[in-house]
């Protein structure tokens, strides 16, 4: 997805956070969302956010919006080894009836014990 | 059970074989998606269908061919494969209900293709 960009690659330590971050294009884009693929399977939503928000707390999972600069970030407060995965981000473009999802270049997150 | 499900799962082929993905879900989803995806590059879309009757190529779509059969399947076509087609092939559905809103796609486990 050459119109959304992600850092390639995370490690961090068990226990402690993690951010990963996610920088998007459109402007209009209503809904940004976050996608997980654990190995050998296909991507799953994670978490989402709409546009007129700033950040959305889900258990562990903390999203921030920035629309100003268009980025998107993503926290896992207390990572466990079971979140190693590739993060997606992606953004929502056509709008309405004809909406698509464009994905970032996903991020791996490697959790060391 | 898988609510969508590909075939084969693994595919090694030579080049300027013809290939045929195949896709199938019970989710009752009008909307179906092929993406590819390459290390680095992210998941690139390749086809989109909103229903039956309406096919769309998405950014990357040369090369490629797709059949919608029925609102179930969508097949994936590579009518003479080539190795810069190497990849993880990955198919998924939304439903036209939460178009413009949550829009959540889900997604196949997956084909992984090697051309030779």
């Known amino acids: 997805g050459e119109d959304v960009e992600q850092s390639l690659f995370l490690s961090v330590r068990e226990g402690d956070s993690s951010v990963i971050n996610c920088t998007y294009t459109?402007?209009?884009?209503?809904?940004l969302y976050w996608y997980k693929q654990e190995p050998g399977a296909g991507l799953q939503l994670l978490t989402y956010i709409f546009s007129n928000m700033d950040m959305k707390q889900d258990q562990r999972l903390t999203v921030l919006l920035n629309k100003k600069d268009k980025h998107l970030s993503l926290r896992i407060a207390d990572t466990q080894t079971g979140d190693s995965a590739i993060y997606f981000c992606a953004e929502s473009k056509g709008g309405g009836a004809t909406n698509k999802l464009i994905f970032g270049t996903g991020t791996l997150l490697a959790v060391q014990p | 059970d898988a609510d969508v499900t590909q075939t084969p799962r693994n595919r090694i082929t030579k080049t300027g074989k013809r290939i045929m993905l195949e896709c199938s879900q019970t989710k009752g989803h009008d909307r179906m998606y092929w993406y590819r995806q390459d290390p680095g590059l992210g998941l690139r879309l390749i086809y989109y269908s909103f229903d039956v009757k309406d096919i769309n190529k998405g950014e990357i779509s040369d090369g490629y061919s797709v059949s919608r059969q029925a609102q179930a399947k969508f097949s994936l076509s590579l009518e003479s494969a080539i190795p810069n087609q190497t990849a993880l092939y990955f198919c998924?559905?939304?439903?036209?209900?939460?178009?413009?809103?949550?829009?959540?796609?889900?997604f196949g486990p997956g084909t992984r293709l090697t051309v030779l």
């Open positions: 998924a559905t939304s439903d036209t209900r939460f178009a413009g809103r949550t829009d959540e796609q889900f």
């Open positions: 459109d402007s209009s884009s209503t809904y």
